[in-house]
């Protein structure tokens, strides 16, 4: 193949994918973080455990993990707007490493809970700014391709890492593993910090609105969707930090096979996203989100039946469809905001979701504690009205 016949395919390749190079960078910074994060994130409940934490502790820190994620989402949109896309995302990056650091070096499970303000700062804050980045580069017709392209990215990561992450704690015991693992993503993210400085959007200079202005410029449909949402993510966050301690031991399982169940979630959601995302731009959004939230309902169930490995993996095949529409969610978003106030938009979107859904991980350990199973039972109740409501009430054809 000559060099201009391999330029063409390539061209050909980054037109199909959406991949223009604003794109590429914060994509690759997604996959990077995401692979450093992924090789403890998911052992982290143990971690705290193993740090004296009681199940109470482990359900509170999954909610202030909710509760920063929601309150974070707004300044974070507002820096992506003031100060521009790359110098908020390059602070939150370094933020974040202070994060990883304090994790590391922690001796007792409140410290934990100290450093999760600072880790906050990358998936929390950035969250809005990743967004907006997509919507500034992406024509509306491009963008579930684009984000799906960076759901990839991010989540090819958690298919390999937690695998990684898994056999190295089974190697070296829980603590020492994972305090050597956050290591690792200390580095992994001054390679992330230097690949961010490859962004290049111009800042779009809107008016000075105050959060009240953002929240009226939202359409009814975006309103409705953030309702539904809200429902969706109770629904996982119920039950979504008690996973691996269900799997580990109510069912019994080593924490190298809860490696491969997060593989097999990971594996799943990839193999179906390019189609979902390429058919969405196409005929519109809003059957892969009610396909997506229809996963979200049945996820808790299908792990709560499981009584063996293979039954979990069932299970997290079905945790890996609620991927299929992310993207169409995503995108959906973005094309509901206005273009001077996007990042704030969307902070603002997360800032209210998140805030309703801080409760539900400590309430899912109240729930635990009466009997294992309950919080998975009141997922899906709460996940299907959820769903319901999105069907019902979301008007696609009003985006913008």
């Known amino acids: 193949m000559t060099e201009v016949q391999a330029r063409k395919s390539w061209s050909r390749v980054a037109a199909f994918l959406a991949l223009e190079p604003n794109v590429i960078a914060v994509s690759t ?23 004296g934490a009681p199940i109470r502790a482990v359900g509170l820190f999954g909610s202030i ?40 070096f922690a001796r007792s499970w409140p410290w934990i809970i100290a450093g999760l303000f600072f880790v906050s700062a990358w998936s929390s804050m950035g969250s809005p700014t990743l967004f907006a980045v997509i919507g500034d580069a992406l024509p509306k017709e491009r963008r579930a391709m684009g984000f799906t392209v960076q759901s990839i990215l991010k989540r090819v990561p958690i298919a390999v890492a937690p695998i990684i992450g898994g056999l190295v704690i089974a190697r070296q015991g829980l603590v020492p593993a994972v305090r050597a693992l956050l ?21 779009v200079e809107g008016p000075a609105t105050n959060v009240l ?35 580990t ?9 809860y490696g491969v169940l997060v593989a097999v979630q990971m594996a799943t959601a990839i193999a179906v996203y390019i189609p979902a995302g390429r058919i969405a731009d196409r005929i519109g959004r809003k059957p892969f989100v009610i396909a997506t939230f229809v996963a979200f ?22 945790g890996g469809l609620r991927e299929l529409g992310e993207p169409s969610r995503k995108a959906l978003i973005v094309d509901f905001a206005q273009e001077t106030i996007r990042a704030r938009t969307i902070g603002l979107y997360y800032f209210i979701r998140s805030l309703a859904i801080a409760p539900a991980a400590f309430v899912g350990g109240l729930l635990w504690e009466r009997r294992p199973s309950l919080p998975f039972l009141a997922a899906l109740a709460i996940g299907l009205t959820g769903t ?11 985006a913008g």
């Open 297 to 318: 309902s049945l996820f808790p169930l299908a792990v709560v039946v499981a009584r063996s490995f293979a039954g979990l993996v069932a299970a997290f095949v079905v």
């Open 249 to 257: 031991t109510i069912v019994g399982i080593s924490a190298a096979r």
């Open 388 to 398: 319901a409501i999105f069907t019902i009430t979301v008007r696609e054809e009003h």
């Open 65 to 104: 993990e909710d509760f920063l994620d929601g309150v974070y989402q707004y300044p974070g949109g507002w820096l992506g707007d003031r100060v521009g896309r790359r110098a908020s995302l390059l602070g939150f990056v370094v933020v974040a490493a202070i994060g990883y650091a304090i994790y590391g």
């Open 29 to 51: 910074a997604m996959f990077l973080l995401a692979l450093g994060e992924n090789l403890w994130q998911k052992f982290l409940p143990k971690y705290l455990q193993a740090l």
């Open 183 to 203: 290591m690792v993503t200390i580095a992994v993210s001054v390679i992330t910090f230097v690949v961010l400085l490859r962004v290049r959007i111009d800042r």
């Open 213 to 247: 202005g953002v929240w009226r410029s939202f359409p009814t449909s975006l309103r409705w969707l953030l309702v539904s949402d809200v429902f969706i993510r109770t629904c996982e966050g119920l039950v979504d930090v008690f996973l691996v301690i269900f799997a």
